[in-house]
């Protein structure tokens, strides 16, 4: 009769485990990492569309530093934050909800969305990046 015998598996159990549940601090960085590559192109994009008050809109875009819960998943925020300054009271965000969206006598130019969708490969591999360093922290 033949004996087998397992070492290992009680740790790879624990490390996979440990991947289900991954660590906060985790998934601030792969959505920092995927934010920040949106944001770039959103400025971009900005600027080749033609939004223009100064290039304020371009340079306001952020995203935020800390996770928020939305319906169970972890997300940060893509915006345009700040005032301008040039004495209208306006929010930025509402002067790039404009340009998105247009209004009678300008057309839409949608920054936003156009550049959503032409970084969203880019973003994934930076956020699959970072995960990819986190496995290899526990030797997965």
């Known amino acids: ?42 400025a971009a994009e900005a600027v080749a569309m033609g939004v223009f008050d100064s290039g304020t809109t371009a340079r306001s875009i952020t995203h935020s530093k800390k996770i928020t819960p939305r319906d169970g998943e972890r997300c940060l925020y893509v915006y345009p934050n700040g005032t301008r300054r040039d004495g209208n009271s306006r929010r930025i965000a509402e002067v790039a909800y404009v340009n998105e969206y247009g209004k009678h006598n300008q057309p839409a130019r949608p920054f ?6 032409k970084s969203a490969d880019a973003a994934v591999d930076a956020a699959a990046k970072v995960y990819d360093d986190y496995l290899k922290s526990k030797n997965l």
């Open 112 to 117: 936003i969305n156009t550049a959503n969708e």
């Open 1 to 42: 009769m033949a004996n087998v015998s397992i070492s290992g598996l009680d740790e790879l159990f624990d490390d996979l485990g440990a991947i289900i549940e991954l660590p906060d601090e985790v998934a601030l960085a792969m959505l920092t990492a995927e934010a920040e590559v949106i944001a770039e192109a959103q």
